[in-house]
Structure formats: structure tokens, C-alpha cells
């Protein structure tokens, strides 16, 4: 491990700061981090420690919730205003890791964990362009049962591996951002970008620019939401598919809907093909399926993640019909 410099600060004005300064990085929990440190893929000069920041939970005027980017992923899943109004967003988080990460892990870095592609993670044998710019991607002749169907490029085809982000997508959630120039909000489905030609970019973040808390806007009460993943053991695996989705439904039609998938792309995809074709539809079977063959029709497979792209499909159309029963 590189040396660093640590220091531990409770002024978001005082973090922003000091992680403006060259080589700097902000540490929440320290899950991904503190790992990618040790494979010397990570290498800050000074560590930033912004755990003391934005630790409560807040009901807004009408509904919603104001997270703090420090607030604990067991806090989150286990706040009673969460279970009882968003309970996907529980059973995201609860699906993600054990217990002692969820303990340890915060909000702020769980929206901006890094990739877990293997090829990202072998700095000494492989070729990652995300790891260092214009080396090659390995995994695109390479074991890719894992990686992206949907928004990949040719220079990268990893997926992002947060549950939690795919149900807070479903959610339309707002990060809020502190910076040098000020603050900012920005809607979390437009926070993480496609790999494109430059995959060593992984957000819409500034510089030195710190999350200070997520936005929850309230769902209707009529709505019904939830969270399945699809992973090849039930024991803390990354998802191989997951759906986030919101349904309200009204006289056997869609009034709203929401859905989000992970593990099928370099972000967390709001499926807005397929909101678009069920909105005003009926809410049966046959539309649900129609929608997910809109969403998934520029899908891309890989040499061994072809079987995703039904995957994807059968599990949207699931969920789907999942809420609209609990709804009839």
C-alpha cells in the first residue's frame, strides 16, 4: 500500500476543501475503497474521512426523505419510514452484502462503489482501459458471463455492482452534491455515465465534489414496489440481473411505473422503453412482456452472457406481474 496522509473531518465546507487538493479521496466506510487500496488500483495521497458528516435520516414536507451520504446501510434498510414507504429500496440493500459490510458501508459510498469486473481488480495480468486508459479491455475476448448487455462500447463492458442504486433509480432519487462552486442536485439515473470512449470516467461529479446526501421524493400511496435480484448463489453474490420497479395501477391500467435494472450495465438502467410503452396500458401479462422486449431490443450479448438478455427479460416481466397482483 501506497502511504497516505489521513485526516478526519466534521464541516462539509472543511471536507470539500481538503478533497479538492491533488491525489485526494473522501472514505465513508471504507468497503470498496480500503480494498482497491490494497491492490494498489486506488492510490490517494491523502484520505479524507467524512463518516462524522450527514448522518441522519429526515422526513421532508410531503412525504419524502433526505439521507445523509454518512448514514450506514443498516440504518437505511432497517429506518422504519424506509420499510414502511419504500420498502424495495430494503430489500436492495439487504440483498447486497452481509451483515458486517452493511454495517460499516454508507450511503455516500455505496452510490459510488467501483466496478467489480475481475480484470478491473488484476492490476498485475490484465488489460482494463477503466484502470488505465487505452490498454485494452481483456474482458471482451475474456470470461464475460458478468459483464454488460445494455450501453457497453468497445472499450469497456464492466457493470456497476450497487443494489441499492438500481432501487434508488426505480425511485427517481436526487443526489445532492457540495463543491467548490457551491451545491447542486443531480437525479441518481444521471449520476453514473456509459463507459463510452473514456470508461476511466465513472460519474458526472466535479473534482473534489462530495455527496452530501440523497432525496427520496414520496411515492404514492396506491404505488407498490419492489426488489429482485437474480444472482448465481443467495449468499452476497453480485447480481447477474436485477429489477427495481414501482407500479400504481388504476381501473386494470398503468397510471405510473418505474423500473431499473443491475447487472446489465456500466450503470444502473432506468428502463425508460419500457415505462414508456406500459404508461396508460393494461397491466397484464402480455403488455409486461411487450415492454421488456421494447427495453431489451438493442441488447448486446458477449461471447458468455448471451442468456442475460432473457434473463433480463423473464425477470422484468416477473416483478411486473408480481405488483400487479399484489395491486388486483
Sequence with gaps: MNPFTYTRTADTSDAVRQGGAAGAKYLGGGTNLVDLMRETIERP????????????????????????????????????LVRRRYPLLTRAIVSGASPQIRNMATVGGNVLQRTRCAYFYDEAGSRCNKRRPGSGCDAIDGFNRNHAILGASALCVAVHPSDMCVALAALDAVVHLRGEEGTRQIALADLHRLPGHRPEIETMLEPGELITAIELPPLSPSARSTYRKVRDRSSYAFALVSVAAVLEVEDGHVRDVRVALGGVAHKPWRAARAEAVLRGGPAASLAFATAADAELAEARSLSGNGFKIELARRTMVAVLEELAGEIA
Design 45 to 80: 495521497e491523502i484520505l479524507v474521512d467524512v463518516t462524522g458528516l450527514s448522518r441522519g435520516i429526515e422526513e421532508l414536507d410531503g412525504g419524502g426523505l433526505l439521507i445523509g451520504a454518512a448514514v450506514r446501510n443498516t440504518a437505511l434498510a432497517e429506518h422504519r
